[in-house]
């Protein structure tokens, strides 16, 4: 089955950095999606990893390890407009190509 | 600027009553997968169509279906509706042969 855990809430200070983590069950896993989402938009993309370890991308960075079913997101440098959730995605390209299987998100809160 | 367009952005419905989304890819994606996005929760695979078939279904009922047309554009049409079917309904349009899926606005339907 497909199973995707992320916590429900984070909050952090502008400046700071956060880690949000993601730890995974899916059959047939290809590669590992986070998106971000702020409220009542749709989800934008913010990285994919097939591979183990660490991808970065300016102020935000993905990791994967798959022979732990984990990933997290790391973001550095908050601002204010990162507040959002943040959505980690399995995908599926054994019966569906490219089918998501996203968690239920994490609401990051970045403070003054 | 990802090029997914969805319409309506909202709408409001009672219940038994159907419904009909639409959705146009962006240019040169062959793939469409729709989600429902109920509140506080990620995305829930919904179906995708690939060259105008069907390629792959979640777990929703057969009173979701839905429609590929050649120019790629689709649409998705709910049957009977329920109170629970009140969600965020996003499309996502890609290349069969790529990864990443870019997400359309949405649209906000409301089953009182």
């Known amino acids: 089955g497909q199973n995707i855990d992320q916590p429900t809430e984070m909050t952090a200070t502008e400046g700071a950095i956060v880690q949000i983590n993601c730890t995974y069950q899916?059959?047939?896993?290809?590669?590992l999606f986070w998106y971000q989402q702020h409220a009542g938009e749709a989800p934008t993309f913010l990285s994919y990893?097939?591979?183990?370890g660490l991808e970065e991308k300016g102020r935000f960075s993905s990791f994967l390890s798959r022979s732990k079913g984990y990933s997290y997101l790391l973001l550095k440098e908050l601002q204010m407009k990162d507040s959002a959730s943040y959505l980690c995605a399995g995908d599926d390209r054994g019966s569906t190509l490219g089918r998501l299987y996203f968690g239920r998100g994490t609401q990051l809160t970045v403070w003054p | 600027e990802t090029g997914v367009t969805q319409s309506p952005t909202h709408l409001i419905k009672t219940r038994g009553q159907q419904v009909t989304l639409r959705c146009s890819s962006q240019?040169?994606?062959?793939?469409v997968s729709w989600y429902q996005q109920a509140l506080g929760q990620g995305p829930q695979f919904i179906f995708q169509y690939y060259r105008e078939e069907e390629n792959g279904r979640g777990n929703f009922p057969p009173r979701f279906s839905g429609l590929q047309f050649p120019n790629y554009s689709s649409e998705l049409n709910v049957n009977a509706l329920e109170l629970d079917d009140s969600a965020l309904y996003l499309c996502?349009?890609?290349?069969?042969?790529?990864?990443?899926?870019?997400f359309g606005p949405g649209t906000r339907l409301t089953v009182l």
């Open positions: 990893n097939v591979l183990d």
């Open positions: 996502a349009s890609s290349l069969v042969e790529e990864d990443e899926q870019f």
């Open positions: 899916t059959s047939g896993f290809n590669g």
């Open positions: 240019s040169g994606h062959n793939t």
